[in-house]
């Protein structure tokens, strides 16, 4: 079993930068594949970014593709992170850290943290 505690959220304007952590705690982080979701206020959850255990594979969603979103772990700190630049309003949501359950589809797997707010203005 693994706890997963979010931050690094806040209030940013349009073009703006946030770097959001996970801090695991419990069963070695290390043997997780890790992820990233978000939801908006009326959304579904969507997918975000995964990384391998060891951090050398990474997938993004289509809200993370395109070089805005970078996710990585430091397994030594037992973190996972996600730089986002290039903020815009419509990123604005709660992001969530999880374990994955498969690398490829980004299906996450039975832990979740509590989430931090984003709020991107115009």
């Known amino acids: 079993q693994v706890q997963l505690v979010e931050s690094g959220g806040g209030s940013v304007q349009a073009g703006g930068s946030l770097r959001l952590s996970c801090e695991a705690s419990g069963s070695p982080f290390s043997s997780y594949l890790m992820g990233w979701f978000r939801q908006a206020p009326g959304k579904e959850r969507e997918f975000v970014a995964d990384i391998s255990r060891s951090g050398t594979t990474r997938y993004y969603g289509d809200s993370g593709k395109g070089g805005r979103f970078v996710i990585d772990r430091d397994n030594a700190k037992n973190l996972l992170y996600l730089q986002m630049n290039n903020l815009a309003p419509e990123d604005t949501a709660v992001y969530y850290c999880?374990?994955?359950?498969?690398?490829?589809?980004?299906?996450?797997?039975?832990?979740w943290g509590q989430g931090t707010q984003v709020t991107v203005s115009s």
């Open positions: 999880a374990t994955i359950s498969d690398l490829t589809t980004g299906a996450p797997g039975d832990y």
